[in-house]
């Protein structure tokens, strides 16, 4: 752990929670008409949280989804994980929120970009992460961010969810920390 530094903890994930919320919100004017699709593993518990702050704030239920990116990879084919597949009803028309908590290449994103695509045609597609860290090999943007934080291509930014995890947190891990 000596090559390893908190960056967030569970009081700042909570902030930065509430506060991409409220932007989501202002940006949509609203959120009648949102979807959130967390990609798996992490988006998911992050996009819910996301839409229970917007349940308290606007008192509309936002839907919640999971993408399981694997069969839209381009770096290898692996059999698709388990977890809840989009339909057209639920999202052509509406404006989808992509949540996922680090974003660094940006091959991720597009991965799931393809999955939403194939399910159906939305209005508009957003993309909210935790973390964003540089380092694009796409162009691809973040509508939302929670944090940007700058780093080496050696290092590594690793998010745990309490869902998950059992703890919120975000921790750099540095060249020579064995834990990687």
């Known amino acids: 752990m000596a090559n390893s530094t908190l960056l967030l903890d569970e009081i700042q994930i909570r902030r930065i929670i509430n506060r991409l919320a409220h932007e989501i919100i202002e940006k949509n004017g609203g959120c009648a008409n949102l979807v959130f699709v967390g990609i798996k593993r992490r988006g998911l518990p992050l996009a819910q949280r996301l839409a229970e702050v917007m349940e308290r704030v606007e008192g509309i239920r936002i839907a919640c989804y999971e993408i399981d990116i694997t069969p839209y990879r381009d770096d290898h084919k692996k059999q698709p994980l388990q977890g809840s597949e989009l339909t057209a009803a639920e999202i052509t028309g509406k404006t989808v929120v992509l949540v996922d908590d680090v974003l660094h290449t940006g091959r991720t994103v597009r991965a799931a970009l393809d999955g939403v695509m194939k399910w159906g045609r939305p209005e508009r597609i957003q993309l909210a ?7 694009r090999e796409l162009p691809i943007r973040p509508d939302f961010v929670g ?9 590594n930014i690793e998010v745990e969810i309490t869902e998950i995890d059992g703890k919120d947190q975000v921790i750099l891990r540095k060249p020579g920390d064995g834990s990687t």
């Open 129 to 135: 992460v935790l973390i964003d860290r540089g380092h």
């Open 147 to 155: 944090k940007n934080i700058p780093t080496s291509k050696l290092e």
